[in-house]
């Protein structure tokens, strides 16, 4: 049973580069989240999605894109590369029922992306 | 948004139990309180979810009073392993969609 499973684990960029980080859930689940997390802070909402074909900003979307073409599929694209976005990257997906509740996420491994 | 307050850090032995209690003045009346437990290099990990009064699972328990202005993770007996950051996350569903909070968390360090 994978859960959600993110590649890679570990990518060190230059600055202005770009590059796609890959998230994969195989549980169903409607929704979907990227999040970023600087050291020693809590984790910040980039993107999420509540479905294929949908897919809105969260609290930090600048420099980042997002597409849902699929249920299972949730990359997130990196433009330009910046020191910035030197951080661990989380994908997470969760099933919420209409109306939502709020159930359990399940959390990816991370990706630490180093951008020099 | 329901802004949430928890202490940035717990000392605790073995054995112990724990009590983070995490406030959240302006809860609204569909919103649910979840708690998250995160290890270094890895990402959160659910640990229990509730809306009103109690909610016990094998893991923890789950306090909420009936004002719902706060709640408190009961950890019993805790072991080296439960060192880990603790978030207490207000999941607001006013929107129609469900989005994850998160803040600092509270960083729990179980001493031998």
């Known amino acids: 049973n994978a859960g959600v499973t993110q590649t890679p684990k570990f990518r060190i960029l230059k600055i202005g580069q770009s590059m796609t980080l890959q998230c994969t859930q195989d549980m169903n689940h409607n929704y979907m989240y990227w999040y970023r997390q600087d050291p020693g802070m809590g984790l910040k909402l980039i993107y999420y999605?509540?479905?294929?074909?949908?897919?809105d900003k969260g609290e930090v979307p600048n420099g980042y894109n997002v597409s849902r073409s699929t249920t299972e599929d949730f990359p997130l694209r990196l433009e330009l590369a910046a020191p910035s976005q030197t951080s661990v990257y989380f994908c997470?997906?969760?099933?919420?029922?209409?109306?939502?509740?709020?159930?359990?996420?399940?959390f990816g491994q991370g990706t630490r992306l180093t951008v020099v | 948004l329901a802004k949430t307050t928890q202490p940035i850090s717990m000392d605790s032995y073995e054995g112990q139990e724990v009590n983070i209690t995490c406030s959240h003045n302006n809860i609204a009346t569909n919103d649910y309180i979840t708690w998250y437990q995160q290890f270094p290099s890895q990402g959160p990990r659910f640990i229990i979810q509730g809306y009103k009064t109690k909610v016990t699972n094998e893991v923890a328990s789950l306090f909420i009073p009936a004002d719902r202005k706060s709640s408190t993770l009961s950890l019993p007996r805790v072991s080296l392993s439960d060192t880990a950051v603790y978030y207490c996350?207000?999941?607001?569903?006013?929107?129609?969609?469900?989005?994850?909070?998160f803040g600092k968390g509270t960083m729990l360090l179980v001493s031998p």
């Open positions: 996350l207000v999941v607001s569903t006013d929107s129609g969609y469900s989005t994850l909070t």
């Open positions: 999605s509540v479905g294929a074909g949908i897919t």
């Open positions: 997470a997906s969760s099933y919420n029922d209409d109306p939502p509740t709020g159930d359990q996420a399940f």
